[in-house]
């Protein structure tokens, strides 16, 4: 993510293609970045998205996007190829911490849903 502070999660796609998360709070945008650090395209506008995680195949990212109106968090996923985002979750709470199943048919996350945080699934 564009600006960060500093890495607090990150993603690897079956590929090997690297994505980084940050811990802070400020408006930031995920980018992509070559090996050396030069950022080379964006795949986010500018806003409150954590949590990146890549489909084992590279071509979706999952994430946390956060509505600052009703203070919660929904996962969404980005169709890397077809530049599209599709939200996934609708529930009140925080929906977070994607993970994709190793087939990509499923991603686990965290929700807090119920009260507490307990794991999820949901087909993308």
């Known amino acids: ?18 994505v980084l998360g940050t811990a802070n709070r400020q408006p930031g945008q995920v980018v992509w970045k070559d090996r050396e650090g030069k950022t080379t395209g964006t795949v986010t506008e500018p806003g409150f998205d954590s949590y990146p995680a890549l489909s084992p195949d590279g071509r979706t990212l999952a994430l946390a996007r956060a509505n600052l109106r009703t203070n919660s968090l929904d996962l969404w996923t980005l169709d890397l190829d077809r530049n599209t985002s599709s939200r996934v979750t609708f529930e009140p709470g925080l929906d977070a911490f994607p993970v994709w199943s190793a087939d990509g048919r499923t991603i686990l996350y965290s929700s807090s849903r119920s009260g507490m945080f307990q794991v999820h699934a949901q087909d993308p």
């Not at 993510?1 to 690297?18: C, K, P, W, Y």
């Open 1 to 18: 993510v564009e600006g960060a502070v500093g890495t607090s999660d990150f993603s690897v796609s079956a590929t090997g293609i690297l």
